[in-house]
């Protein structure tokens, strides 16, 4: 649901996605899970990306680019469902 706090988010987010030159090319969409909470799409991957809220956009994309691109060496990016940027400082990944 878009209210006036998820709109004002969605605009931060995609502020910061824009200014990525890999993200810019790879989002393809943003859900609105809950107030405060958003999923992120990607054109190329099989997964979904929790963002969680908008604090600390800044830190949860460079621990998103540190995994992905570990994760891309290895391979193993298929093998993923759900990877979570809520937590503090962590990439929680669920498999397939």
Request: a negative charge.
């Amino acid at each position: 649901r878009i209210t006036g706090s998820t709109l004002e988010d969605a605009y931060v987010i995609l502020e910061y996605i824009n200014k990525d030159d890999f993200l810019r090319k790879n989002v393809i969409g943003i859900h609105i899970e809950d107030e405060g909470k958003y999923q992120l799409l990607f054109r190329m991957e099989s997964f979904v990306v929790n963002l969680g809220g908008v604090e600390n956009l800044n830190g949860k994309f460079k621990n998103f680019m540190a995994f992905y691109a570990k994760a891309h060496k290895d391979k193993t990016l298929a093998e993923y469902a759900t990877i979570s940027l809520e937590f503090n400082n962590q990439v929680v990944c669920t498999k397939i």
